[in-house]
Each structure stands twice: as structure tokens, then as C-alpha cells.
């Protein structure tokens, strides 16, 4: 079920208690998560560079379709550009919503693949009426090169309106997705309704669905909220280090501390 759409994975409703787990947290996990799942090791196809962990965190080697932990046994789970990479993403899912209560996913948006795809992703995605509705790549037409680099990791650390931009619409490039108790979620679905998203050119309708109106009042509203919390993060990263280590750098730790 969901909750709300946060800005980012900074923005999050984690409690000072929660015991959190992330899913695949690659090359940036979050400093929140008091465990790590990654399945793969040896290669970064699926990422932007080798894995990094913070040396107080548990490390986990395991499939997101099926870990080692009990139901509900944590109250949070994050879930970054992951999801997009996935084989089943209905039995990924039930496994997120099967051990923690509550989470958080991350995944590019239909828009965002299409400006900028990338090889190692199967799924497009769209939130439409609270609902993720995945859809297969390959049943799209075309795609477009990838200028990810350029308008995701170039930009908006350039541009700080673009940066305010891409936090105001949910959607623009990024699904972002709270949820609570379990995922609702549709996979390559045959109604028509919702292929229409995926296969057609948008109508107003369509573009009405995804970005819902807002009043002036309201996108003044919501830009400033933004800006104020990219302005907090700003900061955040002057003054609070972020210094996760290597994989082999964190064994080496852990090594130590168990001799």
C-alpha cells in the first residue's frame, strides 16, 4: 500500500529504532541501512562501480528474490535502482514486503528510460492511479542512446533549478515510491488502460494521470520544499562525511575484529 512519494532516498520516513535493510545498495548504500544485501559480487553490470559498504554494517550475499531473514524482521527496507534489473518483479516484491513492514523504491520512470536507457535494465515503470505498473522493455518500440551521464550525474550538480526540478515532479525521470504493509504492483500488464501508458502517445489525459495539477500556489509550495531540502543536503555533505569502504577493505575490517 502506498504511502507518499519522497523526493529522494534522503527524504525518507525511518523511524530512530527501525532496523533497516537495503537491497542492492551497490556503490552508495545508504548510511541508514544496519544491513546490506548484494547478489552480485565479481561483476558491476548491474551497477555504476564496485561495491562500497560502511564498516558498522552487515553484509549479506544473497538474492533479493529470496533472503535468508525472517518475516517482518525488519521495519524498513530500502530498494535503489534495483528493481529495473530484476527477472520477476511481482516475486522480488512479495520478498520486500515479506521482511520488512515498510519501505521505500526507487526505479527510473518510463520517461527517464527513455531519455536515457540503459543496457542492463529490463523493466520500464510508471506509478498510475498508486499502483508501480512494470513493463517490458523489449515490447517497447524504440528507445533512445543513453544521456544519462549528461542529464543525470552531469547537470543537475550543475544546474541547481534543474536539480529542483527533478525533486518537484515525481516522475519527470525517477519513481519514487513509500509503501507500507505490501507492494501493489502490476507486471506487463494486457488492459488496456494501462498499455496505453506504455505504447501510445500520451493525451492530455495520460499526462494529466502521471503529473497531476497543480495550482500555483501549490508548485510554489513544493519548489520551495525542495530547495530547502536540497540546500539541507547540500550542507549535510559538507560537514558530515560519507566514507563507505570496498568490499575487500570491509572483510579485512571485519577479519580483524573477529581474530
Request: proline letters at 6%; charged letters at 25%.
Given at each position: 500500500m502506498k504511502e507518499r512519494n519522497p523526493m529522494d532516498r534522503n527524504d525518507l520516513n525511518i523511524n530512530k529504532r527501525d532496523r533497516v535493510l537495503e537491497v542492492g545498495s551497490g556503490q552508495s548504500p545508504h548510511p541508514r541501512a544496519n544491513v546490506i544485501v548484494e547478489k552480485f559480487i565479481e561483476s558491476n553490470y548491474h551497477r555504476g562501480g564496485d561495491i562500497r559498504i560502511f564498516p558498522y554494517q552487515e553484509f549479506v550475499n544473497a538474492d533479493g528474490e529470496?533472503?535468508?531473514?525472517?518475516?517482518?524482521?525488519?521495519?524498513?527496507?530500502?530498494?535503489?535502482?534495483?528493481?529495473e534489473h530484476v527477472e520477476d518483479p511481482m516475486?522480488?516484491?512479495?520478498?520486500?514486503?515479506?521482511?520488512?513492514?515498510?519501505?521505500?523504491?526507487?526505479?527510473?520512470?518510463?520517461?527517464?528510460?527513455?531519455?536515457?536507457?540503459k543496457e542492463s535494465h529490463k523493466w520500464v515503470c510508471l506509478e498510475i492511479d498508486k499502483k508501480l505498473v512494470l513493463y517490458d522493455k523489449k515490447r517497447i518500440p524504440s528507445l533512445y542512446p543513453d544521456l544519462g551521464k549528461t542529464f543525470l550525474n552531469f547537470l543537475p550538480y550543475q544546474s541547481f533549478a534543474l536539480h529542483i526540478f527533478y525533486l518537484?515532479?515525481?516522475?519527470?525521470?525517477?519513481?519514487?515510491?513509500?509503501?507500507?504493509?505490501?507492494?501493489?504492483?502490476?507486471?506487463?500488464?494486457?488492459?488496456?488502460?494501462?498499455?496505453?501508458?506504455?505504447?501510445?502517445?500520451?493525451s492530455d489525459k495520460i499526462s494529466r494521470t502521471i503529473f497531476p495539477y497543480r495550482s500555483k500556489s501549490q508548485d510554489i509550495k513544493i519548489s520551495i520544499q525542495a530547495f530547502i531540502h536540497l540546500v539541507i543536503e547540500k550542507i549535510k555533505r559538507k560537514f558530515i562525511p560519507y566514507n563507505p569502504v570496498s568490499l575487500e577493505k570491509y572483510m579485512e575490517i571485519h577479519k580483524k575484529n573477529n581474530d
Open positions: 529470496n533472503m535468508p531473514f525472517k518475516d517482518k524482521e525488519f521495519d524498513y527496507l530500502i530498494c535503489n535502482q534495483v528493481l516475486l522480488f516484491t512479495n520478498e520486500l514486503s515479506r521482511v520488512a513492514s515498510r519501505g521505500y523504491i526507487e526505479l527510473p520512470s518510463f520517461i527517464g528510460e527513455s531519455l536515457f536507457p518537484s515532479y515525481h516522475q519527470a525521470h525517477t519513481v519514487r515510491y513509500e509503501w507500507k504493509d505490501n507492494i501493489d504492483i502490476i507486471v506487463n500488464p494486457e488492459d488496456p488502460y494501462y498499455k496505453s501508458f506504455f505504447e501510445y502517445t500520451w
